[in-house]
């Protein structure tokens, strides 16, 4: 037994060193080839032949990653995180150094294809890189964020949801500070971390030290991890995200906009209204705040709410086109309401009376409706819809005249 061992053993040597001459040589493939003799029974080598076959093995991978391989990049790291873990129960650290180095020159490798495959919208592949980084480089937390934000833009959120999540296990914030000098012989600003910048200008190759600092991404992960969990029906879990992120970030417009949004989706129009309400509360100068906000009053058939939003997105925005014809829309809206009545009425005096006074009424909120319009047109002429709204406000009113003339403006 202790010779066949031993044959073995000398075995698993020739194949590591043959393959290491491949290496050398350059052919990775025929270095490959060489070193899966030895695999098979490399598990039950003594410690110090198995550091050196999945060192070799590493390096292998990791020269056919650089020549295209993607596949190699895990095996790889893989072959280089078995190196540590196996010298560390050693205690025989002979690899160990070099191995972390190329660790992090596969990290550097890895990072550079992922950014290559998110240009070419190769969104799956980049966020499998960029997670592979993290979990060889763990205290680089920023690889698991990009991972998470590649798989977003490729419409994996299941995956996405996974790197969000273990962001937040993480306690990630991506916040913090840059450290830039200007470099007096080229004038280029550069970037290093504090105490080289500090050295820098100190020594006088440098001047100008400034300090920016970078925002926290926690509201954005918050709001990312609950659009998302929107998108795959856990609407639950989503309104969770949102309420807690802006416990957060109590004061971030956009949080309660994306919650609305939510809540419109949901079909909840009633909390989608409050919700918008208390947005344009936080930024009352955004025009667009208040339209939306007149838009699921007209619907729910709370025309004065509707008008009062309307007039308050034209305040800020005098040419906002869509609030023009909406604000006319209710007016019309409102004249309409009066037809029912109108042709419910019998041919009494009084119902005469009554009738005449309900249709001044719709003819004096349908010419309300058309002077908004003739108001819009003066900045804006050519609108189509503008005056194909108008022409038929005149229709309704029997106005012959301006309903001809609207539809020259039309071109019909």
Same mark, same amino acid.
């Not at 926290?216 to 998302?228: G, R």
């Not at 108001?375 to 309704?396: E, F, R, S």
């Given at each position: 037994?202790?010779?066949?061992?031993?044959?073995?053993?000398?075995?698993?040597?020739?194949?590591?060193?043959?393959?290491?001459?491949?290496?050398? !040589?350059?052919?990775?493939? *025929?270095?490959?080839?060489?070193? $899966?003799?030895?695999?098979?029974?490399?598990?039950?080598?003594?410690?110090?032949?198995?550091?050196?076959?999945?060192? /070799?093995?590493?390096?292998?991978?990791?020269? &056919?990653?650089?020549?295209?391989?993607?596949? *190699?990049?895990?095996?790889?790291?893989?072959?280089? +995180?078995?190196?540590?873990?196996?010298? $560390?129960?050693?205690?025989?650290?002979?690899?160990?150094?070099?191995?972390?180095?190329?660790?992090?020159?596969?990290?550097?490798? &890895?990072?550079?294809?992922?950014?290559?495959?998110?240009?070419?919208?190769?969104?799956?592949?980049?966020?499998?890189?960029?997670?592979?980084?993290?979990?060889?480089?763990?205290?680089?937390?920023?690889?698991?964020?990009?991972?998470?934000?590649?798989?977003? +833009? #490729? =419409?994996?959120?299941?995956?996405? &949801?996974?790197?969000?999540?273990? &962001?937040?296990?993480? !306690?990630?914030?991506?916040? #913090?500070?840059?450290?830039? *000098?200007?470099?007096?012989?080229?004038?280029?600003?550069?970037?290093?971390?504090?105490?080289?910048?500090?050295?820098?200008?100190?020594?006088? /190759?440098?001047?100008?030290?400034?300090?920016?600092?970078?925002?926290?991404?926690?509201?954005?992960?918050?709001?990312? %991890?609950?659009?998302?969990?929107?998108?795959? =029906?856990?609407?639950?879990?989503?309104? $969770?995200?949102?309420?807690?992120?802006?416990?957060?970030?109590?004061?971030?417009?956009? @949080?309660?906009?994306?919650?609305?949004? %939510?809540?419109?989706?949901?079909?909840?129009?009633?909390?989608?209204?409050?919700?918008?309400?208390?947005?344009?509360?936080?930024?009352?100068?955004?025009?667009?705040?208040?339209?939306?906000?007149?838009?699921?009053?007209?619907?729910?058939?709370?025309?004065?709410?509707?008008?009062?939003?309307?007039?308050?997105? @034209?305040?800020?925005?005098?040419?906002?086109?869509?609030?023009?014809?909406?604000?006319?829309? /209710?007016?019309?809206?409102?004249?309409?309401?009066?037809?029912?009545?109108?042709?419910?009425?019998?041919?009494?005096?009084?119902?005469?009376?009554?009738?005449? $006074?309900?249709?001044? @009424?719709?003819?004096?909120?349908?010419?309300?409706?058309?002077?908004?319009?003739?108001?819009?047109?003066?900045?804006?002429?050519?609108?189509?819809?503008? @005056?194909?709204?108008?022409?038929?406000?005149?229709?309704?009113?029997?106005?012959?005249?301006?309903?001809?003339?609207?539809?020259?403006?039309?071109?019909?």
């Amino acid at each position: 037994m202790t010779m066949c061992f031993t044959m073995v053993g000398f075995a698993q040597k020739s194949e590591i060193k043959a393959a290491e001459k491949a290496l050398k !040589g350059g052919d990775a493939a *025929a270095a490959k080839t060489a070193l $899966e003799a030895a695999s098979g029974t490399i598990s039950g080598a003594d410690v110090k032949l198995q550091a050196q076959y999945y060192f /070799t093995r590493g390096k292998i991978y990791a020269d &056919l990653a650089k020549k295209g391989d993607n596949t *190699a990049f895990k095996e790889a790291a893989d072959s280089f +995180q078995n190196v540590l873990d196996v010298e $560390e129960k050693s205690g025989k650290q002979k690899y160990t150094a070099e191995t972390t180095q190329r660790m992090q020159a596969i990290t550097a490798d &890895l990072v550079n294809s992922a950014v290559e495959d998110n240009a070419n919208k190769n969104f799956k592949e980049a966020a499998e890189k960029l997670y592979m980084s993290y979990k060889l480089s763990p205290k680089d937390t920023s690889y698991l964020y990009y991972a998470a934000n590649s798989s977003v +833009q #490729g =419409g994996d959120y299941e995956q996405s &949801l996974k790197f969000y999540n273990e &962001l937040n296990d993480v !306690g990630y914030d991506g916040g #913090g500070v840059k450290y830039k *000098a200007t470099n007096i012989a080229s004038g280029q600003v550069e970037e290093m971390d504090q105490v080289q910048r500090d050295l820098m200008v100190k020594a006088g /190759t440098h001047s100008d030290p400034i300090e920016e600092k970078i925002p926290s991404k926690k509201a954005e992960i918050v709001k990312n %991890l609950a659009l998302i969990y929107t998108q795959v =029906g856990q609407n639950d879990k989503a309104i $969770e995200a949102f309420q807690n992120a802006r416990k957060s970030n109590p004061d971030d417009v956009n @949080l309660v906009l994306s919650e609305a949004n %939510l809540y419109y989706t949901m079909g909840d129009k009633d909390k989608f209204k409050t919700l918008m309400s208390e947005a344009a509360a936080m930024a009352p100068d955004n025009a667009d705040l208040h339209y939306n906000i007149g838009v699921i009053a007209m619907e729910q058939g709370n025309l004065e709410e509707a008008r009062a939003s309307y007039l308050k997105a @034209l305040e800020i925005d005098p040419n906002y086109t869509n609030a023009q014809l909406n604000l006319s829309t /209710t007016y019309v809206n409102e004249g309409n309401g009066l037809i029912d009545e109108m042709n419910s009425l019998g041919n009494s005096r009084k119902d005469i009376a009554r009738y005449d $006074e309900l249709k001044e @009424l719709k003819d004096s909120l349908f010419q309300k409706g058309a002077d908004v319009l003739e108001a819009a047109l003066k900045d804006n002429p050519d609108n189509q819809g503008v @005056l194909t709204q108008l022409k038929n406000i005149y229709g309704a009113m029997g106005d012959n005249e301006n309903f001809m003339r609207l539809k020259k403006l039309l071109g019909e």
